[in-house]
């Protein structure tokens, strides 16, 4: 289940001065392996200063490249992130895990009109998805709201003008900076005023599908919020955390007691008892199981499971449906066991 290769960097291109893009080198035999939805991530693990470390980035490559390209910005006191920027270089081998997610754009046979709403380094699925809706169909067209703090610091800020250039009459970029006054960019932030200038106003003729919001939490709370005000449904709205607020573990206060867990990872299956105040990811990553994980967070879904038997609560839940909780899935990094006994299948999701 948590199926990693070794890949070598093909090349590393300086995307702003904190931000690097990495291509890999995917080998013919692995063509098939890495093939990906638009929007989708891969888990990168590597030794960092003699510790395992383990990163999900979104793919920000099209699936019609043939390549794997991820964008990483440096974050402050980060780990892998200053390694990345800092050290990494073509020929340089890490252990990449097959491509995974929800966030995705799956084209068919007809016209499409989709707006994004993206901040930051949460651009990078949305180049992957930008250029599949437009490779997709003549007709499609895709509108793209950026925020950031300058153009300077604005990932892939080449590409989406080389994109706009390509498809002038399909592709349109509304820019937002924080920080700087530039000509045809709003000042300030992506808030309420700004979808509503989108939805409203400078698109009021255009009828979305589907509108992809990527970025910090506070960021798709208040788009999404106003899209529903704006009569946007609910299924139109797909989003992709690259940042969540902490959320207190209140739920662990009230729990005493340990739970006898099975876990089935790759066909094999593991028992193990468990403190009910701990979570279930630490405690199978405490018995040395490998099971798929990478944030730890609660952002991603590498660690998602199915329960077969017994219960069990997530504190936090920003990626599974009502339906799919309702079927049994938990993020294993959020839920404690609520039951004396606790079995949960990696391999069935």
Do not use: W
Request: proline share 4%.
């Amino acid at each position: 289940m948590s199926e990693f290769h070794a890949l070598k960097i093909a090349s590393t291109e300086a995307l702003t001065p904190n931000s690097v893009a990495l291509t890999f080198e995917i080998t013919t035999d692995l063509k098939d392996t890495f093939s990906f939805t638009a929007g989708q991530y891969i888990t990168l693990k590597h030794q960092v200063n003699g510790a395992e470390v383990r990163r999900a980035y979104s793919i920000s490559s099209s699936p019609s490249s043939g390549q794997i390209t991820v964008g990483i910005k440096k974050v402050p006191n980060g780990t892998f992130s200053v390694y990345a920027n800092e050290q990494l270089k073509a020929g340089d081998v890490l252990e990449v895990m097959v491509p995974e997610g929800r966030f995705v754009f799956e084209p068919n046979s007809s016209p499409k009109n989709v707006a994004a709403f993206a901040a930051g380094s949460g651009i990078t699925p949305i180049m992957s998805i930008a250029q599949t809706v437009l490779e997709s169909h003549p007709e499609s067209t895709f509108v793209l709201v950026f925020g950031n703090q300058t153009p300077g610091e604005t990932m892939y800020l080449k590409d989406l003008e080389g994109l706009q250039t390509k498809y002038s009459d399909r592709f349109f970029i509304q820019k937002v900076y924080s920080r700087s006054q530039e000509e045809g960019a709003l000042f300030g932030r992506i808030e309420t005023s700004t979808v509503n200038f989108i939805v409203k106003n400078k698109f009021k003729e255009t009828a979305f599908d589907a509108f992809y919001l990527c970025g910090p939490e506070e960021m798709i709370n208040t788009v999404s919020d106003t899209l529903k005000n704006n009569g946007v449904s609910e299924d139109k709205i797909l989003f992709e955390l690259f940042t969540a607020s902490e959320t207190e573990d209140t739920l662990a206060e009230n729990l005493d007691g340990k739970t006898q867990v099975e876990v089935v990872v790759d066909d094999e299956t593991f028992s193990f008892a468990m403190d009910k105040k701990s979570l279930v990811l630490d405690a199978v990553l405490k018995e040395k199981i490998d099971a798929p994980y990478s944030c730890q967070g609660g952002v991603c879904s590498s660690c998602i499971a199915r329960i077969t038997e017994g219960k069990a609560e997530m504190v936090k839940n920003q990626i599974l449906t009502d339906g799919e909780v309702a079927e049994g899935l938990i993020l294993t990094c959020q839920a404690h066991p609520l039951t004396p006994t606790l079995k949960v299948d990696y391999d069935d999701v």
